[in-house]
């Protein structure tokens, strides 16, 4: 059974939805909750809202520091990968190990994983990231320095918003809290 929770952050309401074996997706922070709620329940119809397990408390915490501005490190937070992929694992797995405040482009990640042809297949694994933050897909960027996609709500801006508090040089674009 799914179960999900929607917390409020600096910037709107989050949330994490969990299994027993661990995190099968998180919310970026929308304006009103029932926003939030409303998309977990489109991806996971019978999901039941619930107080998340003290297991999650780090995870959750670190979503609310980065929100407030603040560095917070992601890559215990447990991972439900039984509905994935293997290619998007292996991606995932490559993402999580990205430090914040740095970056890789999507080929450098297709090189790591043996191929450098793969460069579009690993956007397309990002695209369908269902941990953003977590997985940090807003680490990646397309080669020449240029910023790459993202599919959360606020698209290029919030990527660079959350560059910007890790303090990647990406992140050098412009004033994003303006």
Not at 6 to 35: K, M, Q, S, Y
Not at 45 to 52: G, L, M, N, S
Not at 89 to 118: C, H, M, N, Q, S
Not at 157 to 162: D, E, F, I, Y
Request: charged residues 20%; glycine residues 12%; neutral net charge.
């Amino acid at each position: 059974m799914i179960r999900y929770a929607l917390f409020e952050t600096a910037i709107g309401w989050a949330g994490v939805a969990w299994n027993d074996a661990g995190l099968v997706a998180c919310h970026l922070p929308e304006r009103e909750p029932d926003v939030a709620r409303a998309g977990f329940l489109r991806r996971f119809p019978d999901a039941a809202e619930d107080t998340p397990p003290d297991g999650l408390a780090p995870t959750i915490s670190g979503i609310q520091a980065l929100m407030r501005g603040e560095k917070a490190d992601l890559s215990d937070a447990p991972l439900d990968l039984s509905r994935t992929p293997a290619f998007h694992a292996r991606v995932y797995a490559v993402a999580r190990a990205i430090p914040p405040g740095e970056t890789l482009t999507y080929g450098e990640i297709a090189v790591k994983l043996g191929d450098r042809l793969l460069a579009q297949q690993v956007g397309q694994a990002l695209g369908a990231n269902p941990w953003p933050i977590v997985v940090p897909c807003h680490r990646v960027t397309a080669a020449g320095g240029r910023l790459g996609g993202f599919s959360a709500r606020g698209g290029a801006r919030t990527k660079l918003r959350l560059l910007a508090i890790e303090g990647a040089k990406a992140a050098a674009q412009g004033d994003l809290f303006a």
